[in-house]
């Protein structure tokens, strides 16, 4: 790669700022090559190793089966409002302004470009295209038939009391539900037989679909994606989203970014809007990064902690002097 | 073409688009500092060699991405030598984040934007942060569990800052777009440009060294 052959260059001739010191042989083309071939070696031999973790998604189906009182209560909680999507705001929808710094807004003003009605788009819409079913044909005529505060008082009990019975549909107490516990068994069976999951993508673009927010959304609003997340230590407080699934080093390069959600004030005062103060701070960061050339202190850093001297020793030792002796 | 009074480099002034490009090409570029076959003696450290392997793993990042991309982004899931291709991709990506931040840490410690060389540091802070980007793409498209949970806690930030409205991650098909047409060509872009920018200014010298190779006086009375 190189010789330490040196060769000093003619003082004149060069452009400014550059160098006009001794030089040493040096291939470019030959260090690239040999690096490339080193680099594919060892990627290949890491993949032999180690592989790569390939968990499979969790469908509304699988949802169903494995868990289904917190399918049929997060159903309900869609239907009373009280889920995560349903009192989301921006860009989603209104019920709420979403997170802010101040007097800045920006969830709130980039404004709801997705809309997700949670109880109509998860639970309403789906069950309407069950034609086949005349108990949850009757339900549904029921609830729509209600007013707004009805659905509402329904809705809630029946959430209330899955709770309160650990989320057990055979074990909720005599109530007013209304057509609550039928529509939910209705969403239910569909979810088991797997026809929610593609009539959730639906969003009337037609035959085609790649856009996964409503069935994400409604899989988020329930406790099993957590619980699941949870046990492959993938939880906000666990270094959350840099994980993957296995033993393996994730997103390592966003610890700084997952850092300030495992830290006071941003897990307690500053929590409701955590998000938005740690994107600005890590933005801010960027800017320091990308612009500490001019940044009078950090850019200065370097000649304080004398690395360079390391890096550079063998120069230092041999480099010819000017003016007085060295 | 018309010709007219010779510029510097002794080309005629023409107003031929495609003769003034490789004029100005050839005045910025010149094929020796493109591809020299001598660098400054002080060229000679470990820490130069991690960017060319930073580019190398980038390299293997495009190829094993590109392997995918052949036959679509669940083939992984069913085929044995899809999952190995994948692999790859994963720690060609791994070692290209290691090796770039080795890069980037050793470029601080020099102070490697000294001497007109600050847009070079840019463009590398920029390719490193546009890189994660890219990356956080890939993790959003491998269809799978890793694929939704991810997904689902990067809404939260991305949808508070008033991105998500425009941008959203839930979307598979947006996001594989981004991942691999748009992102990758930034990057690339900003690679390309970046090795360029240090063939044409050169490797900045040692703290305390002018151009012509000699100590600065007062640097070395600070020793």
Redesign the interface.
Known sequence: MATTETRPQPATGGKPGKWRGPTREYDLLKEFVIALVVVALLAAALSALFSSPDEPGITLQSWSKAAPGDFVATAAGELAGTTTSASYGPPYNSASEGMSMGPIKLQKWAGVRIPVDSANDFVVGPLSRLTNDPQATAALSQWRAATPEQQQAWASAYADALEAADNDPAKVAPGDYGPVPAMTTALLGMANSGILDSDLVDTGSGFFHTDYTRPLLFLADGGYLEETAGNHHLQGEQWGMMNETGNYPGQAWLWLYTFWYQIPPFTGAWGDNADVIIWTLMILLSLLLVFLPFIPGLRSIPRWVPLYRVIWRDYYRNAPHRGSSP | MSAGTPDVTGAPASSNWTARLRTRSLRAFPPEDL???????????W?Y?FG??T???F??VLA?GAWIAVYGPTW??TSSVG??V???H???T??F?FFM?IHLW?K????A?R??R?LT??TG??AF?AS?GT??TG?LV?????????????K??I????????W?V?????M?LWHVTLLPLVVGALVVLHVLLVRA???V???G?????????EF?AGV
């Open positions: 591809m020299p076959e001598r660098q400054p003696a002080y060229v000679a450290s820490i060699v060319v392997l580019i190398s793993a390299v293997v094993s992984w899931h999952h190995f994948n692999s790859l994963l720690w060609s791994e070692l984040f931040v050793g601080f410690f020099m102070a934007w001497g007109r600050a540091w840019i802070v920029v942060l994660i990356a956080f993790y491998q269809t799978n569990f890793d694929a939704q949970w991810i997904a689902g806690e990067a939260d930030g949808n508070s800052a008033g991105v998500g409205a425009f959203n839930l979307d598979v098909g947006q594989l200014r050169g490797v010298p040692p703290i060294v002018d151009e012509d190779g000699t100590f600065d006086p070395k």
